[in-house]
């Protein structure tokens, strides 16, 4: 095991329409796509596409959303460790003009305890808070093993402060800014005071507001892609998560400004694509993406 992520399995429904019908109306989408979802979820499946597969600890339900998100881990050669629930989670998700709406029906109850895994040779562990049993006792566990604990704050759970002050990197959304009534400035000053080594607040087309290991707080823009261009954002943090953990893994002598140029390389080609499998990218596409804005390498 190279790496750890624990997280909430979805199926996503993504679809284009611009008419949403009511009442006994019908109508006929552009464009769909159907792939795995949910945070860490997601991220997993992009640091495998990168090259380095990662184990899994994910809800999964014995039914055919279920059996098919098995058939995805295989496809990806992910160990998926199963939690297991009743059924599993979907979400549908319409994306327009860089926005994106999400109707979710989700089933986190769990039957079973999580399991306990031997992390072996594990350098990282992934985490964005769902089955807050597993993540905290694995942040722990990593923190205390001297193994990178990484922190996708994508929302406030009952577990995000307790969390916090085993976790290394955190890359938190605007939305947990929102929900905590902090502006990203104050949410960095929040991140540090739990001990977070690298703290970063995503802000979409804003780019990310971040800190380094000295403290210092940086400024790194999103990359320039004509908004004609933008098709998909769901995801593209969970892209980013997946791909950060990625540089670090392969390229740990390097920074975490390289780490993140290399991620935001990433998220940019995700938002180009309908929905998350398809907006996963290569090393190739990465360094296109990268060619193409003339990002440093």
């Not at 992009?46 to 899994?56: F, M, N, S």
């Not at 704050?153 to 009534?181: K, P, S, W, Y």
């Not at 908004?227 to 950060?244: L, P, Q, W």
Request: charged content about 20%; some cysteine.
């Amino acid at each position: 095991m190279q790496a750890l992520f624990i997280g909430q399995t979805y199926i996503d429904v993504t679809f284009i329409t611009d008419h949403l019908p009511t009442g006994d109306e019908k109508h006929v989408a552009e464009a769909y796509a159907v792939s795995f979802g949910g945070n860490a979820v997601t991220a997993a499946f992009c640091c495998a596409k990168l090259g380095i597969v990662p184990d899994l600890i994910a809800t999964v339900a014995n039914d055919w959303l279920g059996r098919m998100f098995q058939d995805m881990c295989a496809k990806y050669g992910i160990s998926l460790h199963g939690r297991k629930v009743n059924s599993s989670s979907l979400s549908f998700i319409m994306p327009k003009d860089g926005k994106r709406a999400i109707v979710r029906c989700r089933d986190d109850k769990h039957i079973h305890p999580f399991p306990h895994l031997n992390l072996g040779n594990c350098r990282a562990l992934h985490i964005d808070g769902h089955q807050p049993d597993a993540a905290i006792h694995y942040a722990k566990l990593c923190r205390e093993a001297g193994i990178l604990t990484s922190l996708d704050g994508g929302g406030l759970r009952t577990n995000t402060h307790e969390l916090l002050q085993f976790i290394d990197v955190a890359i938190v959304a605007e939305r947990l800014c929102e929900q905590m009534d902090l502006t990203p400035e104050k949410m960095l000053d929040y991140l540090k005071s739990r001990g977070v080594r690298v703290g970063g607040v995503t802000m979409g087309e804003k780019g990310l507001l971040w800190y380094d290991e000295t403290g210092a707080v940086q400024a790194m823009p999103a990359l320039p892609i004509p908004r004609e261009r933008v098709i998909d954002t769901n995801g593209a943090g969970d892209v980013f998560h997946g791909a950060y953990v990625y540089s670090y893994l392969a390229n740990p002598g390097k920074s975490w400004q390289d780490h993140f140029d290399f991620a935001r390389a990433a998220s940019t080609y995700k938002i180009q694509r309908l929905g998350n499998e398809a907006g996963l990218p290569t090393l190739a596409d990465i360094g296109q993406v990268r060619q193409e804005f003339e990002v440093r390498v």
